[in-house]
């Protein structure tokens, strides 16, 4: 049982490239939620969808796009990367908000 | 507006030695709580949750966690802290929508020998 999928694990980008970060879940979850984690500040909230087509913002959306077309998968879009976006990125799903299953994350660098 | 806040960034602990950590609550309401644990180079894992009824609440891992409301706190804790327990420590609570999880900063434990 694979649970939470995150690819890539590492990347590095120049600033104003895009990328997109895929996260996948095996656990027929509804809720879905991208967030960052930085040195001092927690994890925070990106962006989060409560089912298949839907998406909500979080705490701190600016930059960031995301889609969920299918249940299963929740992609996280940086359209032009700032050295700002530099961090590690966790996707989580649940069937509720309060047990949340995360990925193993994804460590982006934008130079 | 509500949060949540880690007053220790990082605490040191003997192993052996009784753990306390201390998340304190800003919500209007009795809000839906959470302590999450995270190991090095590790996704988040829930240790417990309170929602309502008993204020003491038993988790995985041998923690527990006090729900006070006189003093806006949910105090997680151990009674005997192990090696393995050396990771980073997130309070949470849900938004009010109830859609989402909203993090405190953390606090770093280290365990030392």
Known sequence: NAGVTQTPKFRVLKTGQSMTLLCAQDMNHEYMYWYRQDPGMGLRLIHYSVGEGTTAKGEVPDGYNVSRLKKQNFLLGLESAAPSQTSVYFCASGATTGELFFGEGSRLTVL | ?113
């Open chain 2, 1 to 113: 507006a509500q949060s949540v806040t880690q007053p220790d960034i990082h605490i040191t602990v003997s192993e052996g030695a009784s753990l306390e950590l201390r998340c304190n609550y800003s919500y209007g309401a009795t809000p839906y709580l959470f302590w999450y644990v995270q190991s090095p180079g590790q996704g988040l894992q829930l240790l417990l949750k309170y929602f309502s009824g008993d204020t003491l609440v038993q988790g995985i891992k041998g923690f527990e966690a006090e729900f006070k409301r006189s003093q806006s706190s949910f105090n997680l804790r151990k009674p005997s802290v192990h090696w393995s327990d050396a990771a980073e420590y997130f309070c949470a609570y849900d938004n009010q929508a109830g859609t989402a999880l909203i993090f405190g900063k953390g606090t770093t434990l280290s365990v030392s020998s």
